[in-house]
Every structure is written in C-alpha cells, then in structure tokens.
C-alpha cells in the first residue's frame, strides 16, 4: 500500500476550500505566538506579575512543542479531522479562559492549555495536506501556510498593540481581546473542517507508546526550561539552568535508543527523532521565539 498517496483524489476547489479551515486553525497557534508579546506590559501591570511575566510565553511554547510529535500517533489511532477540532476545541476554552484570567498564575495555566491545542494545530496541518494532496502537489499547497506565518508576524504584533493601548473595548479590559479574538476564527475553523473535511479512517491495531512519549516531552520541558527561562533569568552558569540542560541531554540518548529498539508502535520514527535532531529543534523553536 502506498501511504504517500492521497486516499481519496480531490478537487483543487476542494482542496482550497479544505486548505482554508486548515489554514484559520493555523493561524490560531500562529498568531497567538506574536500577539501576545507587545500586550504583556499592559498584563504584567494589570496582574503585578513582573517576576513571572516569562512564563507567560514559556508556558505555552513548552506545552505546543511537547506536544506536537505526540498528535500524529494519536491522529493515526482516532482520525485526523476528530483529533484536529480536539485541537482547535482545546485551543479555544484556552483562550476563553485565559482571556477570564485574574491573575498570572490562571494565566499561566490557561496559556499552557492554548499550547496543547496548538501543538495539534501546527502539527496535524501539514500531515492532512500529507492525506489528500499528491506528493508532487504538496509544495504548492503548503505555500499557502508560509503566508499564514508571514501574516501572523505582522498583524500579531499590531492587534496586541492595538488591544493593549485601549483600556477598554466594548466593556471589557482591551488586552483580554489578544485572547477573545481567536474565538471566531476557531469557530471558522470548526464549521469548515465539519462541513468539508471527510478524510477516510484507516482502521490500525496500534497503542501509543507512553514510555517513549514520557521521555520525549521530559527531555524537551526540561531542555526549554533550563534555556528559554532559567538561562535568561538567572544566569548560563546557573546551577537550575546547568541541572535542567544537563537533565534534557541525558534523557535526549535514552529517548533514542527505546525508538530504535521499540517494536511497533513508536512515539517517532527514529530518522526524525534522533536526539541531534530533536536538540537541534528545540534550540531552532527558541531563537525563533526570542524574537516574539
């Protein structure tokens, strides 16, 4: 069987009507990652959570990236458009939530439970275009999605400056819109992919591999922790920071020789998930995010 190919052959029309609740559902992690920076002084003074205010990145940076591998096997298990509106359902009562916060440590947490759903978002993205796009089609589609990051760059820092500058919008404090705003477009994203996105389930005696997946989000927390929050906080020397690194690399090797022993089936194919591969990434994920 090949598992490159297509299911089902669809329309182009169709594809671009399937690509743009895809597409919304991405914008979601995406733009939640840019807009939330330039509101975070308007927070930090609302909340008096100077000390703190880090986390309120970190938290859902190291709950989307923990969970990103992990939603393909899942999406394997119990089909991808279920598991993908799992996401977006998670990612909206995040938001709502977070949006309701009434101090940081609610929002910290309800910033984590928007990652959780946008590992899934960001993830399971692409590995549905994988399923209904022809391999030698991919490339042009997937285009589309370096727009929703291009936009995502630019319009998320304007509407978090734009929120934050108004003490108030409709009644309520301008910053929670940061988080109020992805309710429509969740909303969108959930009505398109019910309506239009029917991928066929392939029924597979599988069951997740709990023990690698443990080691994979243990050595990623603790690798971004040590460099996207006790690093910049407390010092490189730091024995926190130097303990949590040290702790994410040691894990990092045994992550890797349980996938390549594992029988079927394994939380990540070994040839993406090596620890050279998967250490290169995390540090990839946070450069990226110094910039946010």
Excluded at 20 to 40: E, K, P, R
Excluded at 109 to 114: G, K, P, S, W
Excluded at 155 to 169: C, N, V
Excluded at 228 to 235: A, D, L, R, T
């Amino acid at each position: 069987m090949n598992t490159n190919a297509p299911a089902k052959e669809h329309s182009h029309r169709e594809i671009m009507i399937i690509l743009g609740g895809l597409m919304t559902g991405m914008l979601l992690a995406a733009l939640d990652q840019t807009i939330v920076s330039t509101a975070l002084k308007s927070i930090v003074e609302d909340f008096n959570g100077l000390d703190h205010y880090t986390w309120v990145v970190t938290a859902y940076l190291l709950t989307s990236t923990a969970s990103t591998p992990l939603y393909g096997k899942i999406s394997d298990l119990y089909g991808r458009r279920v598991v993908f509106q799992f996401a977006i359902v998670t990612f909206l009562i995040g938001s709502l939530l977070a949006g309701a916060s009434q101090n940081m440590t609610q929002l910290i947490a309800t910033r984590a439970l928007q990652g959780v759903g946008a590992g899934g978002l960001m993830a399971l993205t692409f590995v549905i275009i994988g399923d209904i796009v022809p391999p030698r089609e991919r490339g042009r589609y997937q285009g589309y999605f370096g727009a929703v990051w291009g936009l995502s760059s630019v319009a998320g820092p304007l509407l978090g400056g734009f929120f934050s500058d108004h003490a108030t919008i409709l009644g309520i404090t301008g910053w929670r819109w940061i988080f109020y705003i992805n309710i429509p477009f969740g909303i969108a994203a959930l009505a398109i992919t019910s309506a239009v996105l029917h991928i066929p389930k392939i029924k597979r005696e599988h069951s997740i591999d709990y023990l690698g997946a443990f080691l994979l989000v243990t050595s990623v927390t603790t690798t971004l922790l040590s460099v996207s929050v006790y690093g910049p906080q407390n010092g490189w020397t730091d024995s926190r920071t130097v303990i949590y690194l040290v702790i994410g690399l040691i894990l990092a090797a045994p992550f890797g020789w349980w996938v390549a022993r594992a029988t079927e089936p394994k939380a990540l194919k070994l040839a993406i998930a090596s620890p050279v591969t998967i250490e290169v990434n995390q540090w990839g994920v946070w450069v990226k995010n110094l910039g946010n």
